[in-house]
């Protein structure tokens, strides 16, 4: 079986977006420290994978429209077995705003976009 190991996403303060993760769904630090070429990266996530979240020091901000533009990403998703409505409390109390809640065969889901414009899924089975 091959699985995606990580991703590796630019975001203005890997710091904070750790904390966060750290809170919202659980996440440790697996690693941080110099990035290969400039700036910063921590990796953030559980044992079997994580995000890398990498600043070269100075970011802008993009007005593309990813779901619109090739190569672009258009979000990030997460599993949980947990209480979803639990996770979404958490969510809100990071200050990020819970949209487009939907059911799907299995179960439920929701996104929201993190201060970076990062935009999250967190699915469910959960009916």
Known sequence: MIKLEHANVTVSDPEATAQWLGEVFGWAVRWSGPAMQTGRTIHVGTPEGYVALFCPGETRASDADSYRTAG???HLAVFTDEDI????GRVRAAGFAPVNHGTYA?????????????EWEVASHQS
Not at 85 to 88: H, Q, R
Not at 106 to 118: K, L, Q, S, V
Request: charged share 30%; aromatic share 16%; proline share 5%.
């Open 85 to 88: 409505d639990a996770v979404e």
């Open 72 to 74: 672009m990403l258009n």
């Open 106 to 118: 299995p179960g439920r889901r929701f996104y929201f976009h993190d201060a970076d414009g990062i």
